[in-house]
């Protein structure tokens, strides 16, 4: 079993910055990768930022440039520092790591989400 925490949501003004942490245990193959999803109510939850264990990135274009995500694959560790922040970026935030022996036995793991609140 896999068990993923989040942690650093708050409350911040327009054009601040917060930084999420992601802390992710149990059993983790090597072959993985963790990312950030938002999801405000009555809508689908999507894709922020996502970084394979290899380094590879992805990132939603309303986020690139002002989000970063990073990883620390020696502990599992993810991070999403966010800049410039704007009122349409408050969401529930949830960390995923996805994981498995290979690239065809994956199983995604999802955190209880941290909320992001971003004043105008």
């Known amino acids: 079993q896999v068990q993923v925490v989040e942690s650093g949501g708050g409350l911040v003004q327009a054009g601040g910055s917060l930084r999420l942490s992601c802390v992710a245990s149990?059993?983790?193959?090597?072959?993985?990768?963790m990312g950030w999803y938002r999801q405000t109510p009555g809508k689908q939850r999507e894709l922020v930022a996502t970084?394979?264990?290899?380094?590879?990135?992805d990132y939603a274009d309303s986020v690139k440039g002002r989000f970063t995500i990073s990883r620390d694959n020696t502990k599992n560790l993810a991070f999403l520092q966010m800049n410039s922040l704007k009122p349409e970026d408050t969401a529930v935030y949830y960390c995923?790591?996805?994981?498995?022996?290979?690239?065809?036995?994956?199983?995604?793991?999802w955190g209880q989400g941290t909320q992001v609140t971003v004043s105008s």
């Open positions: 149990g059993s983790i193959f090597s072959n993985n990768a």
């Open positions: 995923k790591i996805t994981t498995g022996r290979s690239a065809y036995t994956t199983r995604d793991y």
């Open positions: 970084m394979a264990s290899g380094g590879r990135t």
